[in-house]
């Protein structure tokens, strides 16, 4: 088929008047459903209350209307935008929360890509918090994120970033005292908050649970927090994971490192770990998912959700604080008449943090029926003069005036000191 010159320029022309026609049509026809009713939640210019309940909708249809709606206007805070915080926060969003406030001082490394939410080769050197706003803002236009590239500390600059009243907060931070400080803090403060434990060196998806602090078990992490919180860590959840530990380890920092000297310069702040644990990237993702599933099922109000309580002791810790009190309030051949300072949650940190359920008494075997006792009769009844055994090996020992080294041995007594050393750490978090 030939073409002359006339006929291109036609179908040029055709072209561009259809383009032109196409783009005048897009920049000026109506919005969908003028008349419906507005909304008090924020809109963009692509994005009016229809589009967002559609994008919602699954949402809608699992938690209702009345649901949905505190959700949507809700306030999270989550700190650390790591493997685990960064999940948290795309979920979160990606349900409706419109509302959230992002926490952390890291950059994006090329290994933080393997678990980390919305990381790409692209950001690479940038802060996590703008990572994750950028992306969350590109699934939910219609979000107020705020990305403060900050480390969380005690103090006021540490409380303003709790400040606005959120309805949740999400402690996603791997630096123990800074986490223990968090938690604290956001329990003077009586701020509903959610902590995520350990991921690192973790392999079984089957065994990430959610539990009240003072209920986990064989997570190390959990177990350090719980020890240093002490009464502080009743009341709230964490999620963690009941696997056993296995051989993974830290991974080895080279030689060449050593030999430099000034180790502790090479992490990105003051007493931040330089060493790191290896991570399966999904297992972190799977306990921030499990942190934004718990906010979202709390806010919205679900009487069918409560997460199962895995270890129940308070009737026990109860007990022993009972029969505690039964030795020391008898009068005994050391004297003691002193008020006992020391509650029912105390007595549980002796018995399961410090000893393990295990008798202060070689061969240390677990106790079937346990006791706590004064280790040594001539001190101050205190948190770190407690010991554990089996109740009738106490009452052999408050006979013999509580003198702990000369009845059970020097064995018995190594380990004593020991305990109290690690209690006295414990302390310095109070």
């Not at 500390?153 to 791997?174: K, M, R, T, V």
């Amino acid at each position: 088929m030939v073409v002359n010159k006339k006929d291109c320029y036609l179908i040029i022309l055709t072209s561009f008047i259809s383009i032109f026609s196409y783009k005048f049509y897009l920049n000026n026809k109506k919005p969908i459903n003028k008349q419906s009713k507005k909304s008090s939640h924020p809109k963009t210019l692509n994005h009016n209350e229809e589009l967002i309940k559609e994008q919602l909708s699954r949402n809608y249809s699992f938690l209702g209307e009345s649901g949905m709606q505190s959700i949507r206007d809700s306030f999270i805070v989550v700190i650390g935008l790591g493997g685990v915080g960064s999940w948290s926060s795309l979920m979160l969003s990606r349900s409706g929360v419109s509302n959230l406030r992002l926490v952390d001082f890291d950059q994006v490394t090329l290994s933080s890509l393997n678990r980390h939410a919305t990381a790409t080769l692209k950001d690479v050197g940038i802060s996590k918090v703008d990572s994750v706003k950028n992306f969350i803002l590109s699934v939910s236009p219609w979000s107020k994120v705020e990305a403060i590239n900050q480390l969380w500390s005690p103090g006021e600059q540490g409380d303003a970033l709790l400040s606005g009243n959120p309805d949740y907060i999400i402690d996603a931070i791997d630096h123990i005292p800074t986490k223990v400080a968090l938690l604290k803090r956001c329990k003077e403060l009586n701020l509903k908050v959610i902590s995520c434990a350990g991921a690192g060196a973790k392999q079984d998806p089957s065994r990430i649970q959610i539990a009240d602090m003072s209920n986990t078990f064989e997570d190390p992490l959990a177990r350090s927090i719980r020890r240093k919180l002490k009464h502080y860590g009743h009341g709230i959840p964490v999620v963690y994971s009941t696997e056993k530990p296995s051989d993974v380890k830290l991974l080895p920092l080279p030689q060449e490192e050593f030999e430099k000297g000034k180790v502790n310069e090479l992490s990105a702040m003051d007493d931040f770990r330089v060493r790191l644990l290896p991570v399966l990237g999904p297992i972190p993702a799977m306990f921030g998912l499990a942190a934004s599933t718990h906010i979202l099922l709390s806010l919205a109000g679900r009487k069918d959700y409560a997460p199962l309580p895995v270890k129940n002791r308070p009737r026990l810790y109860d007990k022993v604080y009972r029969d505690f009190h039964k030795k020391e309030g008898k009068p005994n051949n050391f004297g003691s008449h002193e008020p006992i300072n020391l509650d029912v949650h105390e007595i549980g940190y002796i018995l399961d943090e410090i000893y393990n359920s295990k008798s202060i008494i070689p061969p240390h075997n677990t106790l079937s029926r346990p006791a706590i006792v004064r280790w040594d009769g001539t001190k101050p009844l205190s948190l770190s003069n407690l010991a554990a055994m089996e109740y009738k090996d106490s009452e052999i020992h408050y006979q013999n005036g509580c003198d702990g080294p000369s009845i059970w041995g020097e064995e018995a007594n190594k380990l004593f000191n020991k305990k109290h050393q690690e209690i006295q750490k414990d302390l310095l978090y109070d």
